[in-house]
T-cell receptor, first 114, second 111 residues
Framework: NAGVTQTPKFQVLKTGQSMTLQCAQD?????MSWYRQDPGMGLRLIHY???????DQGEVPNGYNVSRSTTEDFPLRLLSAAPSQTSVYFC?????????????FGSGTRLTVV | QQQVKQSPQSLIVQKGGISIINCAYE??????FPWYQQFPGKGPALLIA?????SEKKEGRFTISFNKSAKQFSLHIMDSQPGDSATYFC??????????FGGGTRLMVKP
């Protein structure tokens, strides 16, 4: 039981490049979400999904796209990387339908945009 | 718009002392209040959580105190240990919706 798996762990991008951060969970959780963590800012919600085929924007969605074609996977796409997107990105899952409201987080992707 | 405010941003406590971290919220619809612990290089991990129908919940050395009328809740770490040194986040959500996190507190426990 791997929990929430994020890849890659580290990435350096040049301004304007695009990339996809991968997130997969094997707990059959219906909710998945992406957060970014910046010093002094806590964890800010980028996008979330309450089930396959359903996504919605969080607090800081600009510059990011998501899709949820399966229950297990929730990739985050950076369309045209900017230095302001330098951050640590966390994927998380939960299952309110089974009473598990607490999130299980992945180990994060540290992204640097130069 | 920060719906959950956390203080202090950093905290230094001697080994054996009590660490106290406070959070305040604005949305009265919030009904689930978890605390997360994060070690460097790791993702946050659920530590303890409370619902507003109780005023206190204790798990080992960790206690959440909840004051619904003041819209405040706090984490107390009794007999703090160097291994407790981490960043702690409070959070809140309503009806199973997405969590809103506080800004985090970096705790250092000195031996």
């Amino acid at each position: 039981n791997a929990g929430v798996t994020q890849t890659p762990k580290f990435q350096v991008l040049k301004t304007g490049q695009s990339m996809t951060l991968q997130c997969a969970q094997d707990m059959n959780h219906e909710y998945m979400s992406w957060y970014r963590q910046d010093p002094g800012m806590g964890l800010r919600l980028i996008h979330y999904s309450v089930g396959a085929g359903i996504t919605d924007q969080g607090e800081v969605p600009n510059g990011y796209n998501v899709s949820r074609s399966t229950t297990e996977d929730f990739p985050l796409r950076l369309l045209s990387a900017a230095p302001s997107q330098t951050s640590v990105y966390f994927c998380a899952s939960s299952s309110p339908m089974t009473g598990f409201y607490g999130y299980t987080f992945g180990s994060g992707t540290r992204l640097t945009v130069v | 718009q920060q719906q959950v405010k956390q203080s202090p941003q950093s905290l230094i406590v001697q080994k054996g002392g009590i660490s106290i971290i406070n959070c305040a919220y604005e949305n009265t619809a919030f009904d689930y209040f978890p605390w997360y612990q994060q070690f460097p290089g790791k993702g946050p991990a659920l530590l303890i959580a409370i619902r507003p129908d109780v005023s206190e919940k204790k798990e080992g050395r960790f206690t959440i105190s909840f004051n619904k009328s003041a819209k405040q809740f706090s984490l107390h770490i009794m007999d703090s240990q160097p291994g407790d040194s981490a960043t702690y986040f409070c959070a809140a959500s309503d009806a199973g919706n997405m969590l809103t996190f506080g800004g985090g507190t970096r705790l250092m426990v000195k031996p």
